[in-house]
């Protein structure tokens, strides 16, 4: 049985002599990157807890700007960057745990391209359903009240 | 039993059946089908999590307020510190399982043996440490009252550390004043045979007046983040009427019914969610011990192919996988 293994990671800038050599590597990287959200969690800087972009108003090119730049205006840098480090892990976990980077790229797309299409769709949807939800309680004129 | 299905006459040939157009066998191709249906499930609970929260994104639970405790150390409030112990535990568990599918492919029983032992002790101690969060989290700290409306007011008192005011909590058992009571716990033997009753909350809402009467320095909170990101505490004044007039019922700790923390959907979430998970990892390690006596018993030694680590592996890094997410979305964001 020869199972071939590719490597490097971070686009060859490391390349590692055995597999077994990858996989504590990848570990290494992984702990980092759980010891930085840990730590920003703990500490939670100011400078990351507020939008750095306010949303434009008025007009349709200022509704494009606010959309195209979303996660910009209307999420915390911070909370933005345990985003993003969740999904460097969930790729280096899928790539290198599930060995992802061995198998054919056939495989890979049906497999990822699957799953993150759903999953994103079903994301968009729910939250954009939850701020409607939450526009229609919280309006000068709601007929819901909450707090009693 | 080679011969059964392996030839059919069509090696080679585009069409017919013989070959692999991915590259991977039956059962592998199958766990990744698998994973990705779970994995839609998966985030079928985290988007519904998300639409709850954005529902509710003025009032719900700030996570590091909640999860707090790490054992043997108590009395501290020592946020993150337990749960990265558990993502270190389960990612630890994720290598031990791919060294054993290294070692699978070089056909060395004795390493395979070994790892899959070390995954299976990881998983006991991440699902160990899931039940001890539950209990903690079942049992509550400080307590709180439930207003008619279903909010949560909480207790606490202004203090100056390192010259900053900040907002300490105080458990309801500290100030409660006990009020001699008619109202005992309904029990079969004393009441109607044919009904039962929950059990009583450990105070009246009564008694936690009096006792807020009592103490001038204690405030109330209400859920409302406030700017800051801060929960909102109210004047004394407020605070008094609050309790008098909307204070329902005192609650403990969390269960599916009511939560001491905020919003009862939060704990809601919460089990179903990290039970769901942990349900999986409690799976995987039973199906790990199978593979795991297989491997002693040396099948796939005789098989000639450690394809079904391998195939076990794929599940135990899912698993690894999700709670990455249900880390970032339960205790980071």
Known sequence: ?148 | MDTTVANTGTEGKTWGGGNKPLGASYGKLMMWFFIVSDALTFSGFLAAYGFSRFKFIKEWPIADEVFTHVPFLHGQELPMIYVAFMTFILIMSSVTMVLAVDAGHHMNKAKVTLYMFLTIIGGAIFVGSQAWEWATFIQGDYGAVQTKGGNILQFGEKVMVDGEEKFKRISIDEFAVTIASERAEHERKNGLWFVTEETLPPYSVEEIYKGLEANSNILVRNQIINDEGEKTVLSREESLRQIKENGKLVVKGANLVVNEYGTSLFADFFFFITGFHGFHVFSGVVINIIIFFNVILGTYERRGSYEMVEKVGLYWHFVDLVWVFVFTFFYLV
């Not at chain 1, 597999?19 to 702990?31: A, D, E, R, S």
């Not at chain 1, 996660?71 to 976990?93: G, H, S, W």
Request: charge should be neutral.
């Open chain 1, 1 to 148: 049985m020869a199972h071939a293994h590719k490597l490097e990671i971070f686009q060859g800038l490391l390349k590692f002599k055995s597999n077994t050599q990858k996989i504590w590597g990848v570990l290494i990287f992984l702990t980092i990157v759980t010891a930085i959200e840990v730590v920003l969690g703990i500490f939670k800087p100011d400078v990351l807890m507020h939008t750095w972009i306010d949303p434009m108003e008025g007009g349709f090119f200022a509704t494009l700007y606010n959309i195209i730049l979303s996660p910009f205006i209307y999420m915390k840098p911070l909370n933005l960057i345990f985003i993003v480090l969740t999904i460097v892990k969930a790729y280096y976990i899928t790539w290198d745990f599930m060995h992802m980077r061995d198998e054919k790229s056939s495989l890979r797309r049906m497999v990822v391209w699957t799953a993150v299409f759903l999953i994103c769709y079903l994301i968009f949807i729910l939250l954009q359903e939850g701020g409607y939800v939450f526009e229609v309680y919280n309006t000068e004129d709601a007929l819901i009240k909450r707090d009693f």
